[in-house]
């Protein structure tokens, strides 16, 4: 039976690519962005690739905005009846700026769509996940949400999100629900796009970080996503998933 994966944040960059190899794998994939075109067009050509008009379908979301989520939360137990899987990814950037620098407005969105996105929808997930018998969760957190950085507004948020990842697993594992969050470092898709694009000492900078010696791909943090999701990982519980290239080895 094939599986129900939402997928937040999936309108482009890493979740896209996330709610692609889920659907290559046979799941049914609820693709949901605030940009409610750019979840559609991610959803037809989720379809289209699998040949399957219900593969994937686009339930644009606000993640920030609580009656926002419980509407696209109303409409997936109305669907289908239940909720396998869920990747909360939708996030913002912090500006890259530390306290004293950093925007009122800044820390207010990252607040507000990070911390506050995940934890509305984490509440929606668990709950559904709980009446149908269990499931899997994996949340997009960062290096920076286990590692320090100047980085203020994005850093306190992630570490937020590592936060709630374990109080989850720790509530609701005996219950069947998992809870496990990615911790990205440099990708080139997302948020981490643009830095990579532009190249540069700033890029090369960071890239000198990751003892890998080089940013890593959305391909690769998908995977990782999909580990978490699938019954190989079943004994895995409240665990931040490094996808980092070595930057919290060093």
């Not at 709610?19 to 289209?48: K, M, P, Y």
């Not at 909720?83 to 004293?100: H, K, M, R, S």
Request: hydrophobic share 45%; with cysteine; net charge negative.
């Amino acid at each position: 039976m094939s599986r129900i994966v939402l997928i937040t944040g999936a309108g482009g960059g890493i979740g896209a690519i996330t709610a692609a190899q889920f659907a290559r794998a046979g799941d049914t994939v609820v693709v949901s962005d605030i940009n409610a075109d750019a979840a559609s067009a991610v959803a037809q050509a989720l379809c289209e690739a699998a040949d399957d008009p219900e593969r994937a379908i686009a339930l644009p979301a606000d993640v920030a905005d609580r009656d926002s989520v419980e509407a696209l939360f109303d409409n997936i137990r109305e669907r289908f009846g239940r909720l396998d899987c869920a990747f909360n990814n939708a996030g913002v950037g912090g500006g890259g700026t530390p306290l004293l620098e950093t925007d009122d407005s800044v820390w207010d969105a990252c607040v507000s769509i990070n911390l506050n996105g995940t934890y509305n929808c984490l509440k929606q997930e668990v709950a559904l996940m709980v009446e149908a018998g269990g499931g899997a969760i994996v949340n997009n957190c960062s290096i920076l949400g286990v590692n320090g950085g100047a980085n203020a507004a994005y850093t306190a948020t992630k570490h937020g999100i590592a936060g709630l990842t374990k109080s989850v697993a720790v509530a609701y594992s005996g219950q069947g629900v998992r809870c496990n969050a990615v911790c990205p470092g440099l990708i080139d898709a997302g948020l981490g796009a643009k830095t990579v694009q532009a190249g540069g000492a700033k890029a090369e900078a960071f890239i000198k970080l990751h003892p890998i010696g080089r940013p890593g791909t959305g391909e690769e943090v998908a995977q990782a996503v999909r580990w978490l999701c699938s019954p190989e990982a079943s004994f895995t519980t409240g665990d931040l998933l490094m996808v980092d290239g070595g930057y919290s080895a060093r």
